[in-house]
């Protein structure tokens, strides 16, 4: 396709040529760019040319060999190669030097040539909207033009059909004046009114061709504005459209700039955010901490109450053992004994032995339970419960807001808000707290068997996620 240039001297370089149509009128440019380059008024094509009289594929130039060109005419409206029309679907060599016509219209014809590349340079495509807008434009001023014309041909075919049966009679009258000369005074008048309607029918018809050339220049001379006005048009959107260029990198700056502030701006916003973050969650180990070392206080001074109440046991216990030696020495002493005259000693049957200080004993040790077992489920009531379930808890879990509740119910209220049930703030970060899990479990260990079957009864409903009505206001469940 591409045609290289000698170089004349050796520190000259090598010229690419490539064939171009050059417009004879105006000198515009148009590169044929491909081995097959299609030009016509539909989109598809590589060169649109906005006209009626130029069909939507109009020809087809095709490169067969090395520097051989070749043009093929697919139009309506013919192509003329050095003003002679092209056979329709026919293809026909062409060489540098040729003219071309597109359609009958000379404002449509251009000169091939080659051409150095860097001379012509090719212009941006105009929007697809402004193409149609153009040809919607140009499909209705040929359409006007076309009624226009459709309704003189119909009056002109319509005075020649009077004017032929006007002849006609005039034929069959002459006939008759050979054969009937008795009237040929009546045949003489028809043929003078005849001959008068004949020529007002010539007037008639001469007075239309008159209208009709002089509509035709009309038409041609609206043509002719109309094109301008195109072309001028044409001249505005080009120009439009280099502002745009010019408009499109200035924006892109601007957006470039936007963009790095945008991204300074969140870089910073992060690094705030994640302080914070970084920030709440110490202060949440810290507020952990805190209650770890509380609840290991209290353990060891529930530990120290348990001693003091197995010390208070112990010394009830040996109070209790003797006193019950001492009233054994006064029952002796008020025992009657019986003396009995003879040998013979009789045999007792023992039929039970009662231990009198093993009911005062469990007595005291189950009081003293209660009141330990009372202790801690206080603690646990007041601690270690729940403010969504009423229960203790089961995977507890510590919100930002330093408020604990089961994992399960903190979840199932986070559906449907997003804050504290308890103080309303909103919920930033959800954090387990194993060391209550672990002291819960240890209490719970101690508890009786029916709060144990309780406890894991509720584990296992919550991890097969049976829901359960939730109420922050529940009564609360001693243990």
Request: proline share 2%.
């Amino acid at each position: 396709m591409e045609k290289l240039k000698r170089a004349t001297s050796p520190n000259e370089e090598l010229k690419i040529l490539e064939p171009v149509l050059i417009k004879t009128d105006t000198n515009e440019c148009i590169r044929i760019d491909k081995n097959e380059f299609k030009i016509g008024r539909a989109r598809d094509n590589d060169e649109i040319i906005l006209d009626t009289i130029i069909s939507r594929r109009h020809c087809i130039f095709k490169c067969e060999g090395q520097d051989e060109w070749t043009i093929k005419d697919l139009s309506s409206t013919k192509t003329f190669v050095n003003n002679v029309a092209m056979e329709p679907e026919k293809v026909q060599n062409i060489y540098p030097g040729d003219s071309i016509q597109f359609s009958p219209n000379e404002t449509f014809k251009y000169l091939f040539t080659f051409a150095e590349r860097e001379h012509c340079v090719k212009k941006p495509r105009i929007d697809e909207k402004i193409l149609d807008t153009v040809l919607v434009k140009q499909k209705t001023f040929a359409e006007s033009q076309e009624c226009q014309r459709k309704e003189l041909k119909n009056k002109l075919e319509i005075n020649q059909k009077e004017q032929i049966e006007l002849k006609q009679q005039l034929d069959d009258l002459l006939s008759q004046q050979a054969v009937a000369k008795d009237d040929k005074k009546n045949l003489l008048n028809q043929i003078m009114v005849l001959e008068d309607k004949i020529k007002a029918c010539n007037a008639q018809e001469e007075h239309l061709n008159n209208m009709y050339s002089e509509l035709l220049q009309k038409l041609e001379n609206e043509r002719m504005q109309f094109e301008m006005r195109i072309n001028e048009e044409k001249q505005k959107w080009q120009e439009a459209l280099d502002m745009s260029k010019q408009e499109k990198e200035t924006l892109e700056v601007k957006m470039r700039e936007q963009m790095e502030k945008w991204r300074e701006e969140q870089q910073a916003e992060w690094k705030k955010m994640m302080e914070n973050k970084m920030k709440e969650e110490k202060d949440i180990q810290a507020q952990l901490l805190n209650e770890k070392n509380m609840l290991e206080a209290r353990l060891k001074e529930t530990e120290k109450a348990l001693k003091a109440q197995e010390a208070k046991a112990e010394t009830s216990q040996t109070i209790l053992n003797a006193s019950t030696s001492s009233e054994a020495i006064a029952s002796t002493s008020e025992c009657i004994f019986l003396n009995l005259e003879g040998d013979e000693i009789p045999e007792f049957q023992i039929i039970d032995t009662i231990d009198l200080t093993e009911f005062s004993q469990n007595v005291l040790e189950t009081n003293i339970k209660e009141s330990v077992l009372g202790k801690m489920s206080d603690i646990m009531d007041e601690q270690l419960t729940c403010s969504i379930c009423s229960e203790l808890f089961v995977k507890a879990t510590t919100l930002s807001c330093t408020h604990t509740f089961c994992h399960h119910c903190i979840k199932e209220w986070n559906k449907k808000r997003k804050d504290c049930p308890i103080c309303r703030k909103p919920v930033m970060s959800m954090i387990r707290s194993l060391v209550l899990d672990n002291f819960i479990d240890r209490m719970i260990e101690n508890l009786s068997q029916e709060l144990k079957n309780r406890r894991m009864q509720i584990i296992r409903e919550r991890e097969v996620s049976v829901p359960y009505p939730v109420s922050v206001l529940g009564k609360k469940k001693r243990y």
